[in-house]
């Protein structure tokens, strides 16, 4: 969501749940800045849909929202954008200079600059780049109303990156509280399956690497790093571990124990509403809504987390898990979980870490190229990680501090010594060390890339 556009959501929100939703839109579209086709595309992609403007344009969008279906293009551009205040001295737009993948460009035949779909990861950098508010991620909030009101669980799983992004001083039994007065039944820590997947890619390391020379590829960090090898890299495949990510765990560990539980993912990051809906791992995770977007809503309701006593819950994230929130901090998780299950492969780990995109693909190319000095490779899209991405509400510096912070807290600090963790993998049906070398029993946690 572009900033430009955070009163009319909030104007958005605050009907919708007050009831005079019908009332507000047609003030809205009959005040229009702009033209009221334009208006009604801005509404409807902070409204998480895509529909056309009509005269029964009331109507549809409330049934779009009711009957939410999953649309891949997460980052869209409206109509017309060819501002030339927006060029450079390059003679390209901001949108195009920022795209990490070269997938915006200018249509000479439109006159206008346009998305590539083939070539975007949805990483949303193009977003705030663009002044003029003219690129949107789809804001999936209102569809997400519906999803409490007709769902007795519905399910908030917070990203690691989540600390201090609503103040130094407030708790995550606050920020719980926050969350279920919103409406939600319950907020869970995504730190919690990222220790299942620390002990997983342990597992993926002593199975792959023997030597000096061979090389592992975590999937356990960043879509954008995913996608980097996917569409650019795929050569590299082979060395990639074929496991989901901590958000994707989440859902499916969520779902799994509770079938009819819906979960909805709560990061700093646009590329996440991407991820959700790819092919493979789709309908683990229903919504996605960013740290910024939350705050909105926040506000919208009047809701102050640092004001409300906190809902406490027994301890169940351990140091490494919570560290994935910043650059370094799966390799952290990797090698500490390594040292206790397979301490004789230590002298063979040695991590190496690609901080932001251009640091990615740099690191990329150099294994591509058989020149790399490691043999764990782990890549943040974001410089800093999580931390840093485009929707965190604190700067990236802070960000990791407070992370780090609240790890070094951590009553756990290796996720094999939590009898919580022992618990829920024992009611998956993964009882031992080995069962993590079963591909039917740990199929939970695995994709094909």
Known sequence: MHNKYNDLFDTLVKSYY??????TLNRIITCHESSPQETFEIITSLCGVKIEFDNNYLYNLKKAITHYTVQKKVVEKLQCCSDDSCKGDDNKYNCQRACPFDAIYFDE?????EIDGDKCLGCGICIDSCKSGRILDKVQYIPIIDLIKNNKTVIAAVAPAISGQFGDDVTMDQLRAAFIQMGFTDMIEVAFAADILSIKEAVEFNKHVKGPND??????CCPM??????????????????????????GRVIKKLNPDAKVVFVGPCIAKKAEAKEKDVAGAIDFVLTFQEVDEIFNAMDIRPRDLEGVPTKE???????LYARTGGVSVAVHDVLNELYPDQI????????NGVIECKKILNSALNGEINASFLEGMGCVGGCVGGPKANIPTARGKEDVDNFAKESAIQVPVHSDTL???LGRLGIESLKDFEDKDKIQLFEREF
Do not use: H
């Open 316 to 322: 169940y994230a351990s140091k490494g898990g919570r």
């Open 422 to 424: 022992d618990d829920v």
């Open 109 to 113: 035949e439109k006159g206008s600059t």
């Open 215 to 220: 090389l592992m590829i975590t999937s356990c």
């Open 347 to 354: 002298k063979n780990f040695k991590a190496v870490q690609a």
């Open 225 to 250: 790093w995913v996608g980097m090898l996917k569409k650019v890299y795929n050569e590299l495949i082979d060395d990639l571990s074929p496991s989901v990510s901590p958000m994707v765990a989440a």
């Open 18 to 23: 007050e009831g005079d939703f019908d009332t």
